[in-house]
């Protein structure tokens, strides 16, 4: 049984441009989350997708933005990339009803 | 809002030795979930262990147990009898009781484990 899957698995930018992060959730779930994880820190939510809609978001500007594709599915995209946006970008699916969350091993962004 | 505070950048435990991870929570939010998770430099965050606010006892997994005191709003993580895998990076985190339909996770600064032999 897959886990979750986040491609690609590291990623160089230059400031300015735009990216797109992709990822497949576990097999069942149909709710997927995107992190930001800067060198050090914890991982801060960004946004939540369940039935193709974002349903929460976190304090991250508009140049973030993302979609759910009906096989539950999701990318996260950013433009006009900054130096700060350089991080680990977590995704994590989860199901309806429960509590669980799996995490993939996320994509590490540099933006030079 | 909710806040989850680490205040142990690092830790070193000695091999099959028990440590204490501390994590202290801030919420307004009636019922709640705390979780653990483990971050190896590869970068996925591993779930350890779940407590509900209104659990009567505190969660065990195997070598992990969380001992919750919600008065204190403390959720600490303790591993028994440490090995060289579980030097990690080492996550508490939160979120609201799932029936309030938001379920962002809020983590902490996280604590930076190393077992030693």
């Known amino acids: 049984d897959a886990g979750v899957t986040q491609s690609p698995t590291h990623l160089i930018k230059t400031r300015g441009q735009q990216v797109t992060l992709r990822c497949s959730p576990k097999s069942g779930h149909d709710t997927v989350s995107w992190y930001q994880q800067a060198l050090g820190q914890g991982p801060q939510f960004i946004f939540q997708y369940y039935e193709e809609e974002e349903r929460q978001r976190g304090n991250f500007p508009d140049r973030f933005s993302g979609h759910q594709f009906p096989n539950y599915s999701s990318e996260l995209n950013v433009n006009a990339l900054l130096l700060g946006d350089s991080a680990l970008y977590l995704c994590a699916s989860s199901s309806t009803g429960h509590y669980g969350y799996t995490f993939g091993s996320g994509t590490r962004l540099t933006v030079v | 809002a909710q806040k989850i505070t680490q205040t142990q950048p690092g830790m070193f435990v000695q091999e099959k030795e028990a440590v204490t991870l501390d994590c202290t929570y801030d919420t307004s939010d009636p019922s709640y979930g705390l979780f653990w998770y483990k971050q190896p430099s590869s970068g996925e965050m591993i779930f350890l262990i779940y407590q509900g606010s209104y659990d009567q006892q505190n969660a065990t997994e195997g070598r992990y147990s969380l001992n919750f005191q919600k008065a204190r709003k403390s959720a600490n993580l303790v591993i028994s009898a440490s090995q060289l895998g579980d030097s990690a990076m080492y996550f508490c985190?939160?979120?609201?009781?799932?029936?309030?339909?938001?379920?962002?996770?809020?983590f902490g600064s996280g604590t930076r484990l190393q077992v030693q032999p």
């Open positions: 985190a939160m979120r609201p009781k799932m029936d309030t339909g938001r379920r962002a996770l809020t």
